[in-house]
T-cell receptor, first 109, second 114 residues
Framework: QKEVEQNSGPLSVPEGAIASLNCTYS??????FFWYRQYSGKSPELIMF????GDKEDGRFTAQLNKASQYVSLLIRDSQPSDSATYLC?????????FGKGTSLLVTP | DGGITQSPKYLFRKEGQNVTLSCEQN?????MYWYRQDPGQGLRLIYY???????QKGDIAEGYSVSREKKESFPLTVTSAQKNPTAFYLC?????????????FGSGTRLTVV
C-alpha cells in the first residue's frame, strides 16, 4: 500500500506567522504532488501543485519538493485566521491521487 | 460555469436499502473518481474511471457499484452489502488520467444510515 503521511496536528500558529506543513510519501516513482485545503464540512480545494524538485511560490503559499527524501511541504506566510482549515497532501500513484489524512491548522488572532 | 455537481447534498439510508449518489460534470474531463471520507480520515478511493464505459475498483470498492455510460456522469450506488456506509462522499474529475493534473471536486454528499 502506497502511503502518504501527515502529522494530524492541530498545528497552532499566531496570526501573521509562518505555518509549515509537512508530508512524506512512500512511492518513489510519484511525479505529481498537490496541496488541498478543506474547510469543515466542505470539499477540498486545490491550492498548490508541484512537479519538480525545489520551491514553487504562489502568493503567500510556497510548496517545496524533495524527491530524494520523498518529502513535500507547504509554507503559508502571513497566516490569517481564514487559513484555519485542514490541509491535505495528495500524491499521484499513476491512476489516481493518494491522500494523506490531513493536518489541521489553527491560526489564532 | 463549468464544474461538478453532486446530489443530493444530504442522504439518509435505511438498513438494507440501496441508494445512488449522482455526480455530473461539464468540464469535458475524461477521468472521474469517487472517494469516501470519514471523520478525521483522509480520502479513500472507491472507484475510478479513466474513460467512458470503463471503470476500476479502488481501495475500498466492496459494497459499492458504479457506471460510466456517459462522459459527463459517474453515479455511485451504495448497496446493502456496505456495512458502514455513513460517510462524506466526494466525486472528482481530472482532465487527464492518474490525477497528474489535479482534481476538481464536487461539493460532496453526506450519507447517514438511519
Amino acid at each position: 500500500q502506497k502511503e502518504v503521511e501527515q502529522n494530524s496536528g492541530p498545528l497552532s500558529v499566531p496570526e501573521g506567522a509562518i505555518a509549515s506543513l509537512n508530508c512524506t510519501y512512500s512511492d518513489r516513482g510519484s511525479q505529481s504532488f498537490f496541496w488541498y485545503r478543506q474547510y469543515s464540512g466542505k470539499s477540498p480545494e486545490l491550492i498548490m501543485f508541484i512537479y519538480s524538485n525545489g520551491d514553487k511560490e504562489d502568493g503567500r503559499f510556497t510548496a517545496q519538493l524533495n524527491k530524494a527524501s520523498q518529502y513535500v511541504s507547504l509554507l503559508i506566510r502571513d497566516s490569517q485566521p481564514s487559513d484555519s482549515a485542514t490541509y491535505l497532501c495528495a500524491v499521484s500513484n499513476g491512476y489516481a491521487l493518494n491522500f494523506g489524512k490531513g493536518t489541521s491548522l489553527l491560526v489564532t488572532p | 460555469d463549468g464544474g461538478i455537481t453532486q446530489s443530493p447534498k444530504y442522504l439518509f439510508r435505511k438498513e438494507g436499502q440501496n441508494v445512488t449518489l449522482s455526480c455530473e460534470q461539464n468540464l469535458n474531463h475524461d477521468a472521474m473518481y469517487w472517494y469516501r471520507q470519514d471523520p478525521g480520515q483522509g480520502l479513500r478511493l472507491i472507484y475510478y474511471s479513466q474513460i467512458v464505459n470503463d471503470f476500476q475498483k479502488g481501495d475500498i470498492a466492496e459494497g459499492y457499484s458504479v457506471s460510466r455510460e456517459k462522459k459527463e456522469s459517474f453515479p455511485l450506488t451504495v448497496t446493502s452489502a456496505q456495512k458502514n456506509p455513513t460517510a462524506f462522499y466526494l466525486c472528482a474529475s481530472s482532465i487527464g488520467p492518474g490525477g497528474n493534473y489535479g482534481y476538481t471536486f464536487g461539493s460532496g454528499t453526506r450519507l447517514t444510515v438511519v
